[in-house]
């Protein structure tokens, strides 16, 4: 069964950091580009970073840029997303999320395969 599990969200205070991880099973995590998303309570999935299937390029929501990083381990399966600088803003829960076919973009609508999801709160 293919599955993508996320972990390492939680409580931070403004300006701290997070690392979040995405454990992927089930399917050759190498082949595919893959990409973090978020959701906050009363709004849309939005996208926040996007990697390509060799950890080559990466793409990242304007709002992003400069504090997140995300990158990839194929050796190890796994997908992680460094957050530093946090704001309040930034709360919400973080999916992990595959791409389908040769898709590497910022759309969920291009979404094969999504995680459970980690919750990431930042206190003021």
């Known amino acids: 069964q293919e599955q993508l599990v996320e972990s390492g969200g939680g409580l931070v205070q403004a300006g701290g950091s997070l690392r979040l991880s995405c454990a992927a099973s089930?399917?050759?995590?190498?082949?595919?580009?893959m990409g973090w998303f978020r959701q906050a309570p009363g709004k849309e999935r939005e996208f926040v970073a996007a990697i390509s299937w060799s950890g080559g390029n990466t793409y990242y929501a304007d709002s992003d840029k400069g504090r997140f990083t995300i990158s990839r381990n194929n050796a190890r399966n796994t997908m992680y997303l460094q957050m530093n600088s946090l704001k309040p803003e930034d709360t919400a829960v973080y999916y992990c999320?595959?791409?389908?076919?040769?898709?590497?973009?910022?759309?969920?609508?291009?979404?094969?395969?999504w995680g459970q999801g980690t919750q990431v709160t930042v206190s003021s």
């Open positions: 089930g399917h050759t995590f190498s082949s595919y580009a």
């Open positions: 999320a595959r791409f389908m076919g040769a898709y590497y973009g910022d759309s969920r609508n291009h979404v094969e395969i």
